[in-house]
């Protein structure tokens, strides 16, 4: 079974600056999919950054960036040039790459703090 | 704006009942799926629903059940309602076609069983 694992249950960052959430994952698969979801106040899980597994370059969007290291089977995010609205719980996921949807496996989440 | 929206917000009930939540999916996603995202932890898989039909299920018990209706909606079913119960019910939807991989959540329905 695929695990997904965040050892960072909190983190804080000033505004402005850059924070890292970490991310380690499980999976006996060669071809999969990894995300970052962001889940502010309102509850609601929103797309941050996307990465399929048979990608060597590492996604980017915008202030959001991963380091994709397969063969350590690790996925950080890094947020550049924080802002108050990134202060949210940050989840990694895990998807098996399947015509079919297939579910998703999430971490427990790390709780992001923005310092003013 | 996802699109997917979930009913009701909150909800409190008492250990024993049974208890439905519903989902819209997005326009033009035809899967939906139900996750169960206790405090302080990340969402756990229940089940998805594919043209009406179960789809895939997570470790949950039977008296957790669901429908997926023509037009996509879906329900979730909770008989025999636990304390543990007590969680947010997150939906999501999703198309099913071959390069297309994200899923949109609703807003969830806060459960809290007493």
Redesign the interface.
């Known amino acids: 079974a695929q695990t ?1 694992t ?1 050892s960072q249950p909190e983190m804080s960052v000033q505004e402005a600056e850059t924070v890292t959430l970490s991310c380690t994952y499980d999976t006996s698969e060669s071809d999969y ?1 990894l995300f970052w ?1 962001k889940q502010p106040p ?6 941050v950054i ?1 990465q399929e597994a048979y990608k060597q370059q590492n996604a980017t969007e915008n202030r959001f960036s991963v380091n994709f290291q397969k063969a350590a089977k690790s996925f950080s995010l890094k947020i550049s040039d924080s802002q108050l609205g990134d202060a949210a719980m940050y ?1 990694c ?1 895990y ?1 098996r790459h399947n ?11 790390t709780r992001l703090t923005i310092i003013p | 704006e ?1 699109g997917v929206t979930q009913s009701p917000t909150h909800l409190i009930k008492t250990r024993g009942q049974q208890v439905t939540l519903r989902c819209s999916s997005q326009s033009g996603h035809n ?1 939906v ?1 139900w ?1 169960q995202q206790a405090l ?6 229940i089940f ?1 629903y ?1 043209r009406e039909e179960e ?2 299920r ?1 470790n949950f018990p039977p008296r957790f059940s669901g429908l997926q209706f023509p037009n996509y909606s879906s329900e979730l079913n909770v008989n025999a309602l636990e304390l543990d119960d007590s969680a ?1 019910y ?1 939906c ?1 939807s ?1 198309p ?1 076609q ?1 390069s297309q ?8 329905t ?1 459960l809290t069983v007493v």
Request: charged share 15%; no cysteine; net charge positive.
């Open positions: 997904v965040q999919y979801y309102s509850r609601q899980m929103i797309l996307r989840f996921a998807r015509f079919g949807n297939e579910k998703l496996t999430f971490g427990t989440g | 996802t899967t799926s996750y302080g932890q990340g969402p756990q898989f998805q594919y789809n895939g997570g947010l997150l999501a999703s099913l071959g991989t994200e899923a949109f959540f609703g807003q969830g806060r």
